[in-house]
């Protein structure tokens, strides 16, 4: 029995066609939700890239006592649980955070592809590196101006990250896949900034040669910074990478059923949060007072296959977040599930044999250093008292400060996009939400 994992960093789940709205063209994602198990409410735990990823490892909510920091050496994970019953297990992926971070550790194998966003990588100080933006309209000008020189060569679409990386995985298939059993861990940046897309996939959504700023990596904070014209860009930027994903996805699709696999591998597709694009007038993940979780970011994709055929076409609007990972891969593997893990085995539920994994998620941002550590009411959060954490339940979500008077609270079954605070006319179900998390 095997297991394939693809997590394509910061793809909201409204790009995504099979989840109904689809403001991106995903034919193959499309396609494998239709024969797998469509998860409508999975919503991020930790985060944002770091967090969460010590969440899928580890099996557990981390946001409460650590934050975007390495791998600590006494964490039980999930390569090295898999290793101990003899899984093989292969790591393929371009993140960088995840190098820096120790997050190969205990995989049989692992790959990096160089290269990403602002990867040390090309050095020559005689390629030309232009912004393609006013500097005041981007996030780091010097992280542009290394991803400018890393990508220099490129010139077809093979030469993108995301391509390399799914390439890297297929051929990692060929070679593997008369393994007895395996773990096969593919993790793309894209389609997280920067925003730079081939053309041809640009072209699906703008005017590639219209004169507007293309602002690959947008600061974040208050959109206001740009004209309706360049968010639009913007917008049309992202898209294309999302369809890029897609179509390298469906590639690693093909290649999985000429090889005979699908008859006994599960494959798992999801991401680790969404991206704001104007949204509450806001850009980006902000920080800071500006750091709420809303819908935009918290509710991320989950398909998942299983070659048994449970939950195939079927959507399931169960609350389901990360940490459920690691016991989903263990349970399908045959493998006891440690009892340091917070997370659900989904496949109960993809079975039909469970109607429910939780009442509520919790999604929140931690600070990096643990010194900068608080608690208020005796919950774990941060000293920079206003990031709030976000709880949300089937039909409401509250955006949870320190302070009550900033929190926000909205009725998501009826307000999906979170135009509407209720915050002063239902007090008492924000309290009894506040308590829940608290307890």
Not at 311 to 317: N, T
Not at 400 to 408: A, F, G, L, Q
């Given at each position: 029995m095997n297991v394939i994992v693809v997590l394509s960093d910061s793809l909201r789940v409204d790009h995504v066609g099979a989840y109904g709205e689809g403001k991106a063209r995903t034919p193959n994602l499309d396609r494998f939700a239709r024969e797998s198990a469509l998860f409508t409410r999975c919503y991020i735990a930790s985060y944002p890239t770091v967090p969460n990823r010590a969440d899928i490892w580890l099996g557990r909510y981390t946001f409460p006592y650590r934050g975007w920091q390495p791998l600590e050496p006494e964490d039980v994970i999930l390569p090295e649980i898999l290793g101990e019953h003899g899984v093989t297990t292969q790591l393929i992926f371009d993140t960088p955070p995840l190098l820096y971070g120790g997050f190969y550790?205990?995989?049989s194998g692992w790959w990096y592809i160089r290269g990403q966003h602002a990867d040390p990588y090309i050095t020559d100080p005689t390629i030309p590196t232009p912004l393609p933006a006013a500097p005041h309209k981007l996030k780091n000008i010097k992280r542009t101006r290394q991803y400018l020189r890393n990508r220099y060569d490129w010139r077809f679409e093979k030469d993108y990250i995301a391509p390399r990386t799914f390439t890297k995985a297929i051929e990692w298939l060929e070679r593997n896949h008369t393994l007895d059993k395996f773990l096969l861990f593919v993790d793309t940046w894209d389609p997280h900034e920067p925003f730079d897309p081939p053309t041809h996939y640009l072209k699906l959504y703008d005017d590639p040669y219209r004169e507007v700023d293309s602002i690959i990596y947008p600061r974040y904070g208050h959109w206001e910074y740009m004209s309706s014209s360049e968010l639009r860009?913007?917008?049309a930027l992202y898209a294309g990478e999302v369809t890029m994903v897609d179509t390298w996805f469906g590639y690693l699709l093909e290649t999985v059923e000429r090889l005979g696999l699908k008859e006994n591998t599960m494959i798992i597709f999801t991401s680790d949060h969404g991206h704001l694009f104007g949204e509450h007038g806001l850009e980006g993940k902000p920080g800071g007072m500006l750091g709420r979780l809303y819908e935009t970011t918290t509710r991320i994709p989950l398909i998942i296959w299983h070659p048994e055929g449970y939950?195939?076409?079927?959507?399931?609007?169960l609350i389901t977040q990360p940490p459920d990972l690691l016991p989903t891969i263990l349970d399908f593997m045959e493998i006891p599930i440690p009892k340091t893990v917070n997370g659900r085995s989904l496949i109960p539920a993809m079975k039909g044999e469970e109607e429910r994994i939780r009442e509520f998620a919790v999604s929140a941002r931690f600070p990096g250093r643990r010194t900068e550590a608080a608690v208020f009411d005796g919950w774990a959060g941060s000293s920079r008292a206003v990031a709030p954490i976000t709880i949300t339940s089937k039909e409401w979500t509250l955006i949870?400060?320190?302070?009550?008077?900033?929190?926000?609270l909205y009725r998501i079954d009826e307000d999906p996009e979170q135009e509407n605070n209720l915050i002063e006319e239902e007090p008492k179900i924000a309290n009894e939400l506040r308590r829940a998390l608290i307890d």
């Open positions: 550790r205990g995989f860009r913007v917008r939950g195939a076409g079927e959507k399931f609007d949870c400060y320190p302070d009550p008077e900033r929190s926000e």
